[in-house]
Nanobody, 117 residues
Framework: QVQLVESGGGLVQAGGSLRLSCAAS????????MGWYRQAPEKQRELVAL???????NYADSVKGRFTISRDTAKNTVYLQMNSLKPEDTAVYYC???????????WGQGTQVTVSS
């Protein structure tokens, strides 16, 4: 099993920045891809960014050029640097881990990001 703990959410004005952190523990060597998803009120959860075990990244079109996903393997932590935030970025952000050779996913508890106009 893998445990994921997010931190770094909060309230920020439009145009501001936040950095989210996701600390992983447990069976981390079986993790294939880690990512960030978000869910706004009355909307479906959507992909924000992914980073593979090889370091490759992928972003939703809506955040390209504004958000950056990265990782610190020594700390078993994945980050999401969010710049030029917009009110439409307001959502609960969830960390996700997809396991190798498996359909198993693990989720963090979520962290609220609120962007005021």
């Amino acid at each position: 099993q893998v445990q994921l703990v997010e931190s770094g959410g909060g309230l920020v004005q439009a145009g501001g920045s936040l950095r989210l952190s996701c600390a992983a523990s447990g069976d981390i060597f079986r993790i294939n891809v880690m990512g960030w998803y978000r869910q706004a009120p009355e909307k479906q959860r959507e992909l924000v960014a992914l980073i593979s075990s090889g370091g490759g990244t992928n972003y939703a079109d809506s955040v390209k050029g504004r958000f950056t996903i990265s990782r610190d393997t020594a700390k078993n932590t994945v980050y999401l640097q969010m710049n030029s935030l917009k009110p439409e970025d307001t959502a609960v952000y969830y960390c996700n881990a997809k396991m190798k050779m498996s359909f198993v996913n693990y989720w963090g508890q979520g962290t609220q990001v609120t962007v005021s106009s």
